[in-house]
């Protein structure tokens, strides 16, 4: 049976990155509901992340998204933010909201605006030196919506060139993390659909490149556990990306839609080493909060992660290697189920007051009175970067 202690001592070790966009007013494209109290630049962004980290006490980072989170002074941005307990994460570039990327970015058929892209990733690594942040995440929106279109050998030969350039750019204890995803907002071809694809420039690349896995970047029944297990494996798994999913990419709360995939994948992580600080695996949110409150959301998506990865640390190894041996299916699967049906909340409540937090950060947060002092304070939010 697994050690409680070290079950524990593994949690209060994750880290998990919040990502700066989950603070403001987002929505679809049909509405962006603004809420009270959303942050209204960079800094105020910050100050809700700390608040996430006070209440979990494992969400020091916060991954930036660049132009969304422009600031005059980055180096200032980071004193901030270390000021604050927290540390700035990766920095997410962003080649999909300028109509010169009409016909894509790093794979457009113009040489001019690829250099402008390129220009805005080099632009990323140099806000990088001054947050002090290691990755750099990179998501294109590139893609054909005709067969036809444009050439899909070429997009690929102009993608690689493009990422070598910046792959050069990077400095010491820096990384490219690459994203992929396999549909929109191109509907005919994607250029990095999938995470063979993001594999196969990763690995051309150099051992600084790596996937990130967004969990809502998978057609419909994809075995995400399995392409986790084979990027860890190879050496290749950056980080995630987690969100819920029920359509397409919706950026729903962690583990609110399928908390039982969540922990396949944390299982296949624990069990394969990414929880390991030498792994190097960033465990980020990549999500929006349209209707519900934003921080206690964060909060609660943390938690998620942390209930997912603590039933992960409870399945029993001996007992499942010992099953899977003898070939007894049964018996492997009960081992596995029985983690997954263990309620992990007492335990988490326990490190939480051994760690001098309140066992039920939500309702810890929600009792503290901020969120009504934001509203008040904070007139005229801003916007996550999505919609109108
Ligand atoms: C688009 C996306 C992607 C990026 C984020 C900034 O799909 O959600 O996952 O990480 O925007
Ligand atoms: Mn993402
Ligand atoms: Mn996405």
């Given amino acids: 049976m697994p050690d409680i202690a070290a079950v524990k001592a593994a949690l209060a070790a994750q880290r998990i990155e919040t990502p700066s966009w989950g603070y403001g007013n987002s929505g679809t494209r049909f509405k962006v509901f603004a809420q009270p109290g959303v942050p209204r630049t960079p800094y105020e962004k910050l100050d809700d992340a700390a608040q996430v980290h006070a209440f979990t006490g494992v969400a020091p980072k916060v991954s930036l998204h660049i132009p969304w989170d422009r600031v005059d002074d980055y180096a200032a941005l980071a004193s901030y933010a270390k000021e604050r307990g927290l540390e700035l994460g990766a920095i997410n570039s962003n080649t999909f909201q300028d109509d010169t990327y009409r016909l894509g970015s790093v794979c457009h058929p113009d040489a001019a605006v690829r250099r402008r892209a390129v220009d805005h990733l080099l632009g990323c690594v140099d806000i990088m030196d001054a947050t002090g942040s290691a990755d750099l995440k990179l998501w294109f929106a590139d893609g054909t919506n005709y067969p036809g279109q444009d050439d899909v050998t070429a997009r690929q030969e102009r993608l690689a060139e493009c ?24 509907f005919y071809t994607t250029d990095v659909p999938d995470w063979g694809t993001a594999y196969a420039h990763c690995l051309r690349l150099g051992p600084r490149a790596q996937v990130v896995v967004d969990t809502g970047h998978h057609a419909p029944g994809t075995n995400i556990e399995f392409i986790v297990a084979l990027l860890l494996r190879e050496g290749k798994l950056g980080g995630f990306d987690f969100n819920s999913r029920f359509y397409a990419d919706d950026d729903l ?30 465990f980020m949110l990549d999500q929006c909060h349209n209707i519900e409150a934003k921080v206690p959301a964060v909060i609660r998506s943390v938690a998620n992660v942390q209930e997912a990865t603590a039933k992960a640390l409870l399945v029993d190894g001996d007992a499942l290697a010992a099953a899977q041996r003898s070939g007894d299916v049964l018996a492997a699967n009960a081992v596995l189920m029985d983690a ?25 947060y929600l009792r503290s009175g ?18 109108a």
């Fill in 340 to 364: 997954y049906d263990t309620d992990v909340r007492p335990l988490l409540r326990a490190l939480r007051e051994e760690r001098g937090l309140d066992p039920d950060p939500v309702a810890a």
């Fill in 253 to 282: 709360m962690a583990g609110a839609a399928d908390p039982f995939q969540l922990f396949r994948i944390m299982h296949e992580v624990v069990r394969n080493g990414g929880l390991a600080p030498a792994a190097d695996v960033a």
């Fill in 163 to 186: 990422l070598a350039e910046v792959y050069e750019r990077l400095g010491e204890g820096q990384r490219l993390l690459l994203e992929y995803k396999f549909f929109e907002p191109a």
């Fill in 370 to 387: 901020r969120q009504e002092r934001i509203a008040a304070e904070r007139v005229g939010g801003d916007q996550a970067g999505w919609g």
